[in-house]
DNA sequence: ACTAAGTTGCGTCATTATCG
DNA sequence: CGATAATGACGCAACTTAGT
């Protein structure tokens, strides 16, 4: 993207560690002129009597280098075609495990759909976590999210008015009370501390008791009449997501406003859906940027020692050989 | 102790890369 | 080619540090 690792010019040290992790090497050879030091790579004298590698498909190797690097091929490059000490970030399967391990220890307030499965009691909920927050620092209240995705049939209808609070009995038993779900609470975005400032135009928050009497919260897009009337919108248990999830779909949808606030609606419910997914990605994706950076540290230590120690041979050799001229 | 500037980490969205 | 993963950019909040 802007400003993008790849916008930068080759010899930048995430471009020269992207993909061609012998870049670097090569630049210190060049500059040192000591190419016996790069292994299984031709070296051939230019134009100007400099010492060049050839490569025979630099063509493509631009084209590599000119697309984003990712943090995890060029450090798995650079563990491959350096020493074995470097370490590789882990395969998937490593990263998942670790993931479903941490996902069993985390607090309730971090549910999520992955498969392991929820004690009976708990309803999950995807992509966001319910109140209380995490202690540890002061979260956006665009954290506090749940999921809610349009499809399917319906079950129960309530019309509400803005600004009441109600409370919506399952209309089938077995959907939502085998769950643990008691009672959902419905309030405007706006009120209470939990749909603050940063809550979307069009949304509010459903909360719902659970069997063991904590809280649940998901976020449900609505859209609210002239007259003050909330748009009917069918709250249900979905068969199509983990057990305890709640949607609303809208109904009656018909004025050209309505079909844009749908299609923000939709628009949000995608982002909703991608949102947990990506915290964790964002997650990994640091992380790896991270052990990169730290990569690439070493590696610049390792390659000034060695450059110090090729000038001092340097400099001895010329020593050796104009003391022979002396005597000569 | 207070404060402003800098740093760090996080979540989110948009965009791009990659995979099936 | 659509779905998903990876990444950059942005804004926010907490933390750190230097100056007063």
Redesign the pocket.
């Known amino acids: ?7 930068k010019s080759e010899d930048s040290p ?1 471009s020269s560690g992207s993909s061609q992790p012998q870049n670097l090497s090569t630049v210190v050879h060049t500059i040192t002129a000591v190419p016996t030091a790069i292994p299984n790579q031709p070296v051939e004298e230019d134009g100007e009597g400099h010492l060049v590698r050839t490569d025979p498909d630099i063509e493509k190797r631009r084209e590599i280098l ?9 450090l798995n490059e650079l563990s491959s075609a350096e020493a074995p000490g470097i370490a590789k970030i882990e395969e ?1 399967k490593e ?1 998942e495990a670790a993931i479903t391990s941490i996902q069993t220890t985390i607090p309730s307030y971090v549910q999520t759909s992955e498969p392991t499965e929820p004690p009976s009691h708990q309803l999950p909920i995807i ?2 976590p319910p109140v209380p927050l ?1 202690p ?10 749940g999921i809610g995705d349009a499809s399917q049939d319906s079950s129960s209808y309530k019309k509400v008015t803005a600004g009441q609070t109600i409370q919506i009995a399952a209309a089938n038993q077995n959907e939502l009370t085998t769950q643990g779900l008691q009672t959902i609470t419905m309030t405007n975005a706006g009120q209470g501390a939990v749909t603050a400032a ?1 809550m ?1 135009a069009g949304t509010t928050i459903v909360q719902y008791t659970q069997g063991d009497g904590s809280q649940q919260f998901v976020t449900v897009p609505v859209s609210i009449s002239p007259a003050g009337e909330v748009q009917a919108y069918q709250i249900r248990a979905p068969s199509s997501l983990p057990a305890g999830v709640v949607m609303a779909t809208p109904t009656g949808i018909t004025s050209p406003q309505q079909l844009a606030e749908e299609s923000a609606r939709k ?2 419910l995608r ?20 052990e ?1 950076v730290k990569c690439l540290e070493t590696r610049v230590a390792v390659l000034e020692q060695q450059n110090k120690t090729l000038i001092e041979e340097l400099k001895s050799l010329k020593e050796l050989y104009c003391h022979k001229a002396e005597t000569e």
């Open positions: 993207m802007d400003g993008s690792i790849d916008d995430s000119s697309r984003r690097p990712s943090y995890r091929k060029i998937d990263e992509y966001g995490p540890a620092r002061m979260q956006d209240s665009s954290k506090v999210r940063a979307p628009r949000e982002l909703m859906k991608n949102r947990y997914k990506n915290r964790e990605a964002a997650r990994e994706c640091r992380r790896r940027k991270k990169y």
